[in-house]
């Protein structure tokens, strides 16, 4: 018996040797690689797009584009709702790259004007997470369709990267949507018979986009709403595609001290063609890219395009966040 009591007392003092020892940072989470709580450590890597969702929901969540594990070939968009967010990395539109496990529960999906039906957010605990440069999402494009007359409409976005999100579903065997469109914009999705009033995506670029943001305006962020309403009615947008467009847009810029806006023309179509048949009289497409910036910068106003909403008209809105100017990167964050 006394020989087994010294046994287990060597064992215990090579395990003490061995085993790393619990520091304050290998709290749940910890930076170093090593969590006390082996429930709790980080086994899963991701990319992913932070969103705000509305005030009342009080919930940060990511949008994660690459698999787990960091595969290189994206799979279905995940939802994830991290409960241990840092307060510095609560930036709308950041994109960052984490390490994360699961947790027994989530959340629903409530972000954005328009959420997604039953959808839900796992809950899960990062750590190791920082800011990734590298990764434009492009986000909420949406697809207004006004025909003089009810007319079956075939869409096909032949994007030049990875779709994330669409809905309706996009069609990847027919290359697109198929809708019966009425003149006053409303859509009837015919794979599915459910009623919409545009076609939305996301999807994140195959190769980098070049934006010139020296062509554009530079805005303080609380005059954005303002800057806003005056310019697209300049672009073709009607008050309630631009309105639309104001309130998804608005909670990222208006605390911002100024916005660097610059609205793409080619460099962004190129990589995103849209084929529409029958074919319409007019199409619109305003894709509006923005820079938070901490100093006012000279710009180049830009002369703007002309339009027309007569006959069949095509109307698409949509954007996306470039990091912040002077500040393209920051190390990582240990938790």
Not at 5 to 23: D, E, F, G, Q, S
Not at 91 to 115: K, Q, R
Not at 139 to 166: A, F, M, N, S, W
Not at 216 to 230: A, P, V
Request: hydrophobic share 35%; proline share 9%; net charge neutral.
């Amino acid at each position: 018996m006394k020989q087994l009591y010294l046994n287990t007392l060597a064992i215990a003092a090579i395990l003490i040797l061995v085993l790393p020892a619990c520091k304050k940072d290998d709290l749940p989470g910890g930076g170093n690689g090593h969590n006390c709580d082996p429930v709790i450590t980080c086994r899963e890597h991701a990319k992913g797009t932070m969103e705000m969702c509305w005030p009342d929901t009080n919930y940060w969540l990511i949008n994660s584009y690459s698999s787990p594990n960091g595969s290189p070939t994206p799979g279905p968009i995940k939802v994830l709702a991290p409960v241990n967010l840092p307060q510095n990395f609560r930036v709308n539109m950041m994109n960052v790259e984490f390490d994360y496990t699961y947790l027994n529960d989530s959340v629903f999906y409530s972000c954005g004007c328009f959420p997604l039906p039953n959808t839900y957010a796992q809950k899960v605990r990062i750590c190791n997470i920082k800011r990734d440069t590298l990764q434009l999402v492009i986000l909420k494009p949406v697809i207004y369709l006004y025909p003089e007359k009810k007319t079956r409409v075939d869409v096909q976005l032949l994007y030049k990267g990875e779709l994330t999100t669409t809905y309706p579903d996009y069609d990847y065997n027919k290359k697109g949507w198929t809708v019966d469109a009425q003149p006053d914009g409303s859509l009837l999705n015919l794979s599915d018979a459910t009623s919409h009033q545009y076609l939305f995506w996301e999807g994140k670029p195959a190769t980098p986009y070049n934006f010139d943001m020296n062509s554009g305006y530079c805005i303080k962020g609380s005059e954005t709403k303002r800057f806003l309403q005056t310019i697209l009615p300049k672009l073709g947008l009607t008050p309630k595609e631009y309105n639309d467009m104001i309130v998804f847009w608005l909670p990222k810029m208006q605390e911002n001290k100024y916005n660097l806006i610059h609205f793409a023309g080619s460099a962004y179509t190129e990589k995103a063609p849209l084929q529409v048949s029958p074919a319409p009289d007019n199409m619109i497409r305003v894709f509006m890219a923005f820079q938070p910036s901490d100093e006012y910068v000279n710009t180049e106003e830009p002369i703007l395009p002309s339009y027309s909403r007569k006959g069949f008209t095509v109307v698409e809105w949509g954007g996306v966040e470039l990091p912040p100017k002077g500040n393209l990167r920051k190390e990582a964050h240990s938790l």
